[in-house]
């Protein structure tokens, strides 16, 4: 039997691989893909075979294997009520990403990450979709000052936090009134291969360094932060999508290490300085608004329930994020 699967914003970091790691695994997939290309082209992605692209308003054909791209925005009702019928399992990674960008822009935040997602939900309800995973962020929890967990206070500190911890009340709130198969997944940073688009702090400094450009670490850098490889992220979401047993829970996804911003950046200078034969330069700038002091993961439920843990050390992550910058020429 053909498993179909929807994934929104299929075409960013997380959900390239993602694809290539279901398709790695298992080849009796359907999977179409939502995405607006606002932060990736189709030349990402169309390598991989079987790979069609869909014009609004043609449909899928509800049993063919393969992987369908449909151009368009999570906030388009008339394509989602296209795309969306005989999904079995909705895979919610598109939204505005971003601290910065939240605040500079709060109105698209609300909009992209809460009523764009309650659309979803709404549709979900109505196509009697099986699964509803969302890619939510351990900015929900805010300031707490020790490892996170899923018990842990809820008392995000900027939009984006806001924003994400508002979608979960409402995916709860579906599971519980409807009975729809929900998986909320808090994401730590990722990063890996395939971030060439990425502006967070692996693929930023790794794109910096490369070119010999300084590279400015905020505030005194001791700021603590929680690293997962995009491999080990996708085999999280790959075994939600797999256990048909999981409804209504919250997982914390990431390494369960806390690293410093000033302990990643010298990682990363270290190797990069060896590419370059030429010194990496780190400055120091001033603190952002809007930016957690101590933020990392408790992942044992997510060991207990989905028998996942992952297996990347950072060293080896950021190995081969590098290698693939400078064999891809991504800088």
């Known amino acids: 039997m053909v498993k179909r699967i929807l994934i929104t914003g299929g075409m960013g970091f997380i959900g ?23 932060n990736s082209k189709i030349s990402d992605i169309k390598n991989f075979s079987n790979f069609y692209i869909m014009k609004y308003p043609k449909r899928v054909i509800k049993k063919k294997k393969g992987i369908y791209f449909y151009k368009g925005d999570i906030e ?8 969306l019928k005989n999904v079995d399992t909705l895979v919610h990674l598109a939204a505005n990403t971003g601290v910065e960008i939240s605040i500079l822009n709060p109105t698209k935040d609300l909009k992209k990450n809460i009523l764009a997602t309650v659309q979803l939900l709404e549709l979900s309800r109505k196509y009697k979709i099986k699964k509803f995973i969302f890619s939510s962020s351990n900015a929900v929890i805010g300031n707490y000052g020790k ?33 729809i198969k929900t998986v909320i997944l808090r994401f730590s940073n990722v990063y890996g291969p ?3 688009n990425k502006n967070n702090i692996i693929p930023l400094f790794i794109k910096k360094l490369l070119k010999n450009d300084i590279c400015f670490v905020h505030g005194d850098g001791l700021q603590t932060r929680d690293f997962v490889y995009i491999d080990d992220l996708c085999s999280a979401i790959i075994k939600c999508i797999k256990n048909n047993k999981i409804s209504g829970k919250t997982f914390q996804i990431g390494s369960g290490k806390q690293t410093t911003i000033l302990n990643l950046s010298k990682i990363i200078a270290k190797r990069i300085s060896k590419i370059n034969n030429f010194p990496a330069i780190i400055k120091h700038a001033k603190s952002r608004k809007g930016d957690v002091r101590v933020n990392y993961s408790n992942i044992n439920r997510a060991k207990e329930i989905l028998s996942w843990q992952p297996n990347t050390s950072l060293h080896t992550g950021i190995n081969k994020t ?10």
């Open 16 to 38: 390239k691989n993602l694809i290539k790691n279901l398709t790695n695994k298992n080849n009796n997939y359907q999977i179409i893909i939502i995405d607006n290309l606002s």
């Open 76 to 83: 388009n009702k008339k394509l989602l009520s296209i795309v």
């Open 147 to 179: 490892k996170i967990d899923e018990n842990s206070p809820t008392k995000p500190v900027n939009q984006y936090g806001v924003s994400k911890l508002s979608a979960e009340f409402y995916i709860n709130a579906y599971n519980k009134l409807y009975n």
């Open 194 to 196: 395939g971030s060439s």
């Open 322 to 331: 590098i290698n693939y910058f400078t064999n891809e020429k991504k800088i």
